[in-house]
């Protein structure tokens, strides 16, 4: 083999070639004719390797993770592997079942920086020590040409709003959600800022901002803020009612009265796409202070961008509801025993007061109007013991009449203030609770402490119901 002439054969081509893509398909074009090998030029676009050319083959990895198999390995050390008998090399990626051996070698930069790698895979015997030698100069020739144009390509905006899809699909909270899809509205769309406006039961409501938003994006909030929420239902109205809007970037045209706000920020380019149904979904506004034009395309992918951020959002939603409705008694509403015990874990030695609530006559109720007037009894309870307590004291239904507060106080008998409240909460609708208030003492298991709490219910009890009980400290 006269390696000199194929390195003469792709040299002459390379510089005629205009794209990467044609650089590396000649190179690989040429090479073919003179190796009986499958080969390969895989670059880095974004975080993976990306098949820009390759000779026939059944399978082709189209990408690679940068540091899976033998090209991940040469890619990421940047030193060239050859391997006499890819069965003792655990890296190997099988593309056919008849490969025998392999030459890889790094495409890299002037400056030595990998930017890909060049892939040569034999299935019969063959002397490597030329191929490695041949195949490292034309990767070194072929990484310059590939800097003289500019670089490896650049992901494509389909490739970008894919690989946006996948990071909305695996968020697990709200603001992961908009955080991914405000940057991919950027990214896929090259405008400078991004809004999300969404339906909320006391009016629309702006999304959550990322976490360094830019400045056309904090003044965009700061005039939709200040606009209110009748500005707000204009913009979403909108958009629903007529599909996508976007400017086209002449001079001369005034915004209608509905992008105001928006003007006043500074926008003088924006794509508003409607998000999720009419009656609960929203708005995109993708905007820049410069005068663009965006193309039909653009819209189209931010069209696609808001209906997977939807589906994801309503993901996100159905799941918390199933999450609550695991968490919670379905009658009255109330938190029930798993969050009970997850609560009282934790509570503070001292200052975490447990109220053990028993519904005084409660199984005559039962027996005399029936298990319906029963279960109206223990809603109307729940309810009013609820009005009862302070923001942030929290109301489980942990049995048939049995309900339990924890709630936080500095000193006992704030405790017992509280537990009366309750039980003139339940006067008030012509019941009446018997209610045992414990604190929990250094060292002491959450359940000896309700313990304590259910003792002085039971002493309330055989008092007379309808009273309170502190527990011994």
């Known amino acids: 083999m006269d390696h000199e002439r194929v390195i003469r054969d792709v040299t002459v081509r390379l510089p005629m070639a205009s794209t990467v893509a044609e650089a590396c398909q000649w190179t690989v074009t040429a090479l073919a004719r003179h190796a009986p090998a499958t080969i390969s030029v895989l670059l880095q676009v974004h975080d993976r390797l990306r098949c820009v050319a390759a000779t026939g083959s059944w399978q082709v990895f189209s990408t690679v993770p940068p540091k899976t198999g033998i090209v991940g390995r040469v890619y990421a050390s940047a030193e060239t592997a050859v391997v006499p008998d890819v069965a003792d090399d655990p890296d190997y990626i099988p593309v056919r079942p008849d490969v025998t051996a392999e030459v890889c070698v790094p495409v890299l930069d002037p400056a030595g920086r990998p930017i890909g790698v060049l892939d040569l895979q034999w299935c019969g015997p063959t002397d490597l020590a030329p191929w490695r030698v041949t195949a490292e100069r034309l990767a070194a020739r072929l990484g310059a040409r590939i800097m003289a144009l500019g670089g490896p390509p650049a992901e494509s905006r389909s490739e970008k709003l894919l690989r946006y899809a996948a990071a909305l699909t695996s968020a697990s909270t709200e603001l992961d959600l908009f955080t991914v899809a405000i940057a991919a509205a950027r990214d896929v769309s090259t405008l400078s ?3 999300l406006v969404l339906a909320d039961p006391d009016g629309p409501r702006l999304g959550a ?45 005034p915004p209608i009265p509905d992008h105001w706000p928006l003007t006043r920020a500074g926008v003088r380019t924006l794509v508003a796409v409607p998000v999720g149904p009419p009656d609960d979904g929203g708005v995109l506004l993708v905007a820049d202070e410069r005068l663009l034009r965006p193309d039909s395309t653009t819209v189209n992918l931010l069209e696609l961008l808001a209906g997977q951020a939807w589906s994801c959002l309503d993901r996100l939603r159905t799941l918390a509801r199933l999450r609550e409705q695991a968490n919670s008694d379905p009658l009255t509403g109330l938190r029930h025993t798993g969050p009970f015990g997850r609560r009282i874990a934790v509570a503070t030695p001292g200052r975490t007061a447990l109220l053990a609530i028993d519904v005084d006559g409660f199984k005559t109720v039962n027996d005399t109007y029936g298990h319906q007037a029963g279960d109206r009894v223990l809603v109307r309870l729940a309810r009013v013991m609820e009005a009862a307590l302070r923001h942030g004291d929290e109301l489980y239904r942990i049995g048939g009449d049995e309900f339990v507060a924890v709630i936080e106080v500095s000193r006992p008998d704030e405790a017992v203030r509280i537990a009366e409240r309750l039980a003139e909460a339940a006067r008030r609708i012509g019941r009446t609770i018997s209610v045992g208030v414990a604190l929990p003492r250094p060292g002491e298991a959450p359940e000896a402490t309700l313990r304590r709490a259910d003792q002085a219910l039971y002493a309330v009890k055989q008092h007379g119901r309808d009273g309170v009980r502190l527990a011994p400290a």
């Open 193 to 195: 800022a991004a809004v």
């Open 209 to 253: 901002p990322t976490a360094a938003p830019g400045e056309l994006e904090s003044r965009v909030r700061a005039e939709l803020v200040e606009a209110g929420p009748a500005a707000l239902d204009r913009l979403v109205d909108r958009a629903h009612q007529h599909g996508v809007g976007y400017t086209l970037g002449e001079a001369g045209h």
